[in-house]
């Protein structure tokens, strides 16, 4: 087991990466207030996981209430909030209550908020059981719920006690989302770290068969990538804006298609692309970094293609995103493999462009 | 104009407390990201005082959405907070957007956590226009909704940027919601401070005619205190507790009542006298202590008997109470006029024989 330090004064954590780490109560004992602890988990997970989880924590004296919602992306709103809530308070959970979300990013972001708003606050506790959630929701705090109008639209910066990696619930994780979880991977390396990359182009295949080692280096690398990014910036002013990459163009796109339709890595990477396109516009990517981006996206059987909506569509949906300041849209593109900006400073008609070639 | 700054470190702010600050731009223009605001308001504040306060800050060059929202207690829960949440979202409001809470506890608690929720947190500026808001909500940043089973129980810590007390709003308050105002600046005098609850007794009838000087000095002596407290205790821990003085009951009597038919101060009263009689079962307050704060109520118009709901609703009405800790509940009790403690150290008998005689 590896176990990465987040470090943000009052509200550090530990982030413990491994395999059997469901069946070590004493990973997550430390942490509570009392024996008491409600696990969220949504009905896909809690067959494969609950009871691993569960069990150990029971035998060691801990009561568990187990919150077992729907599973999905289209879940992720206030009516299923309000399924946690409900289930709290029918079971009298007190501010000493922990609350612990076993699945993936979800279940992470629903139990997140519920956790950080639930009487003002309540102790939380993150078991992210895909690539997805444990490379990124683990570490950043964020969670949250969609609305209507918009995806992420409702949520809080919320920091869990300690977040357990357990690589072993990968092993049930769809080729799909296995992929998507990848995409968070590959945007490490583009972002801030070349030689981070440059591992993925040798080690892709090490990863899509689930390889240990590799696996716990490619989630603890990128643990630790979004973690300094983090720690500079807890509340999303400046560099953590960065993490962002491709996500402006990919809430568009899930949002367009239906939530849950794309996957959210899948938007990731079809948006990554784009930026990637204006970046290369700009002057800012050559022709070779393009090639290598598509050629990483494809061997983690990612989509680089987006979905022709149609110029337009694009800018409308990107213009409800959060990261609009002034009514100008701030996008992250790159200036090299392992070097990206925010920038709202290009020329709009390269930005056209790109969105017309897409598809 | 006194102003008294509450001091939480990166998340200090100022409190302004006059008259005519509506029309006084000049007192929120340096908080503002950029020229945008939304005004959260309702039905009945809007005619009174939203274009006071929005027409100085659109001559001055910002942009104000009005949000106007049903007014009572009744409406502060997760529909109410979608409608503002809505409008935000359809006028595209974005994190450097700042949202103003117009009106009494209610808005204020309302609009503060879809501040504090909304793109996962905006700028938020308080001005309040109750005296209940101006004492109690305006200083500890709690913020939040109703859930169908517990008053308060969904919501977040979220400090404002600034808070305006115009004391002009007052003159339109109705009497029985000056009289709860005044249940929490007795409070203050009751849990800490007996010079406050002396002066108190020689200048209640120049609060209840709304003279300025005395007006004036009772929030910001009321906000001082709560401000010391606060900065001591940021997230209710400690000594924060005692600001609860009479709540565990007084919450207890609102949510059995129906919420809204009993005004909050009111129940806070009759609580605050269950707890006063809980304390003299104890030996901790005397029979003059007791009669000097049944005089206090009486002269503010304020109930001091609490309503007959029978002891086992009671004792299950306060089960759900968040101040509880391992099942037991723990309570803020008196040991003199301006001494308080938390204590869950008390004969359950002597709690039952306090609910018993109630009504």
């Known amino acids: 087991m590896q176990t990465l330090h987040v470090d943000l004064g009052e509200r550090s954590y530990p982030i413990h990466i491994g395999r059997g780490l469901l069946n070590q109560p004493e990973l997550i004992l430390p942490h509570l207030k009392r024996k008491q602890v409600a696990i969220v988990t949504n009905t896909t997970v809690a067959p494969l996981y609950l009871e691993k989880l569960a069990q150990p924590l029971r035998d060691a004296g801990v009561k568990v209430i187990p919150i077992i919602l729907p599973d999905g992306e289209a879940y992720k709103n206030s009516a299923t909030l309000n399924l946690i809530y409900d289930a709290l308070l029918e079971n009298r959970c007190e501010r000493s209550t922990t609350v612990i979300a076993l699945g993936g990013g979800v279940i992470g972001d629903l139990t997140g908020y ?33 609305h209507p109008l918009g995806k992420n639209m409702i949520g809080a910066f919320y920091q869990p006690q300690v977040v357990l990696a357990d690589i072993d619930t990968l092993s049930t994780l769809p080729e799909r989302e296995l992929s998507a979880g990848l995409a968070e991977v590959i945007k490490y390396g583009l972002i801030r770290d070349e030689p ?19 696996m716990s280096y490619a989630i603890y690398r990128s643990c630790e990538n979004k973690a300094e990014v983090v720690a500079a910036d807890e509340r999303e002013s400046g560099e953590r804006a960065l993490l962002n990459l491709g996500h402006t163009f990919g809430h568009a796109i899930e949002n367009a298609m239906g939530y849950g339709v794309w996957l959210h890595g899948e938007a990731v990477a079809a948006g990554t692309m784009l930026a990637a396109d204006l970046s290369r516009r700009l002057g800012w990517l050559s022709d070779d970094d393009i090639k290598r981006i598509v050629a990483i996206f494809t061997e983690a059987r990612l989509p680089v293609h987006a979905p022709a909506l149609g110029v337009e569509r694009y800018l409308d949906l990107m213009g ?18 392992g070097k990206s900006l925010v920038s709202s400073e290009y020329d709009a008609q390269l930005l056209r462009e790109t969105l017309a070639i897409a598809a």
Do not use: C, H
């Open 320 to 337: 409800l995103d959060k990261k609009v300041v002034d009514g100008q849209i701030r996008l992250v593109l790159q200036q090299g493999i």
């Open 114 to 146: 519920a956790a950080a708003t639930y009487l003002r606050g309540v102790p939380f506790i993150q078991v992210p059981t895909t690539l997805l959630s444990q490379v990124d929701s683990s570490v950043g705090g964020k969670t949250g719920i969609n």
């Open 196 to 214: 981070f990359f440059a591992w993925q182009e040798s080690n892709m295949q090490k990863l899509l068969a689930l390889d240990t080692e590799a």
